[in-house]
């Protein structure tokens, strides 16, 4: 049996190799530009509805999304930045009630728990605060918010990297909602900036293909206002 002929292109400026190295970079490149337009698109899409503190709008409720436990079953930093600020909307009149939403589904991880107790803690009344036990991501706490606890009308709260995919999700699925950053005027580290570049784009994916929460049922109607 004649040998197999062997591939004898070269890698210098003209070669065959050269050529499909140059094509395959323009493909990357094509791809990677093709995402970050995707990503900016619906990072401005509701920017406009991020508002200060003080200037939300009044709404039946304040939704604010988990961001994990620290040591001793407590929220973690972030997480308790983004409750002082619903605190702040609630002892101003701005909502009513307030939605606390995370991930409760893991053993001695309980998240929704820990959110509640804090702002018990911290002046809001027990009849004031809700709890979404299957927020397990973003895209799931807006759709559940709509679907399961009924909300027409809330004001986001978490910090302003993730305030434009939130609001982006929420007014997609059928919520009129606002924004307020519970960082408002601090840095957010490079590292959150680019994650959310790839998670926005997902948001869009699962805004487009109307992708159903892990967990779609239960209903808890929120007071109208």
């Not at 323009?26 to 200037?55: C, K, M, T, W």
């Not at 979404?132 to 809330?154: I, M, N, P, Q």
């Amino acid at each position: 049996m004649a040998p197999l002929p062997v591939f004898s292109g070269s890698m210098k400026p003209g070669g065959a190799r050269w050529v499909w190295l140059r094509r395959g970079l323009a493909v990357l490149a094509a791809g990677g530009l093709g995402l970050l337009a995707l990503s900016h698109l619906v990072r401005l899409s509701y920017q406009d509805r991020i508002v200060p503190l003080e200037e939300a709008p009044q709404a039946p409720v304040a939704l604010v999304f988990g961001a994990g436990l620290a040591r001793g079953a407590v929220p973690s930093p972030v997480l308790a930045q983004r409750l002082d600020a619903a605190i702040a909307l609630w002892q101003q009149g701005k909502v009513q009630m307030v939605l606390v939403s995370g991930d409760q589904t893991k053993p001695f991880h309980h998240e929704t728990r820990a959110m509640r107790r804090y702002l018990v803690e911290h002046g809001v009344p027990e009849s004031a605060v809700l709890g979404d036990e299957a927020g397990l991501s973003t895209y799931d706490s807006c759709l559940r918010a709509a679907t399961v606890f009924g909300a027409k009308r809330a004001v986001l709260v978490t910090q302003r990297f993730h305030l434009t995919r939130a609001l982006f999700i929420a007014n997609s699925v059928g919520i009129d909602a606002w924004g307020v950053a519970a960082d408002e005027g601090r840095a957010t580290p490079w590292r959150y900036q680019v994650r959310e570049t790839l998670s926005r784009v997902l948001a869009l994916a699962m805004v487009m293909l109307e992708v159903e929460p892990a967990y779609p049922s239960g209903r808890t109607v929120l007071p109208e206002r």
